[in-house]
Antibody, heavy 118, light 112 residues
């Protein structure tokens, strides 16, 4: 079964840091681009970042550029989203999603909640 | 950034009746490779989004054939031929022709 499982969410103070992980199983994660998408409470979907198969290329939303860093360890079938200088507006459920056919996001994790609050 | 505009914001449908959701992009989603990078997702209450349609009109694996997608350029439509109770949730369109990837604001579908 193709599966993605996010972890690492929690409560953090403004200005703090958090590292999210996305563990892939049932497929070779190193063969796929992976995106991170977030959803603030009661809001819609917002793309955060993506990374290519070998980690040599990453792209970020303007809202997180310079604060978030996406990386991957294909030997561990895992991806990591390092989030620094967190703000209240970063509060959201964070999903990782695999790119399948073409550029489709064909498999999503269950999400991990990040709450930035003092 | 490409702006994706969905209408309506919400839809209340009688089971067995059709439903239609519109998505408009601020720029053409037709790429030089001939593909149009427009996708549809359904997020059921309390669940993660799931892919329904890729590249305008292709149903993803396991998606019932009562779901169909159409359109070109900047105007796209998702149609449900006969709405069932399981179709309740929020539908999103998404463009992936360029970064940043952007989503429509969502259309909430409820059953009457």
């Amino acid at each position: 079964e193709v599966k993605l499982v996010e972890s690492g969410g929690g409560v953090v103070q403004p200005g703090g840091s958090l590292r999210l992980s996305c563990a892939a199983s049932g497929f070779t994660s190193g063969s796929h681009w992976v995106n991170w998408v977030r959803q603030a409470p009661g809001k819609g979907l917002e793309w955060v970042a993506n990374i290519n198969q070998d980690g040599s290329a990453t792209y970020y939303a303007n809202s997180v550029e310079g604060r978030f860093t996406l990386s991957r360890d294909n030997a561990r079938n895992s991806l990591y989203l390092q989030m620094n200088s967190l703000r209240a507006e970063d509060t959201a459920v964070y999903y990782c999603a695999r790119v399948g056919f073409g550029r489709s996001l064909d498999c999503w994790g269950q999400g991990t909640l990040v709450t930035v609050s003092s | 950034d490409i702006v994706m505009t969905q209408t309506p914001l919400s839809l209340s449908v009688t089971p067995g009746q059709p439903a239609s959701i519109s998505c408009r992009s601020s720029q053409s989603l037709l790429y030089s490779d001939g593909k149009t990078y427009l996708y549809w997702f359904l997020q059921r209450p309390g669940q993660s989004p799931q892919l329904l349609i890729y590249e305008v009109s292709n149903r993803f694996s396991g998606v019932p054939d009562r779901f169909s997608g159409s359109g070109s350029g900047t105007d796209f439509t998702l149609k449900i031929s006969r709405v069932e109770a399981d179709d309740v949730g929020v539908y999103y369109c998404m463009q992936a022709i360029q970064v940043p990837v952007t989503f429509g604001g969502g259309t909430k579908v409820e059953i009457q």
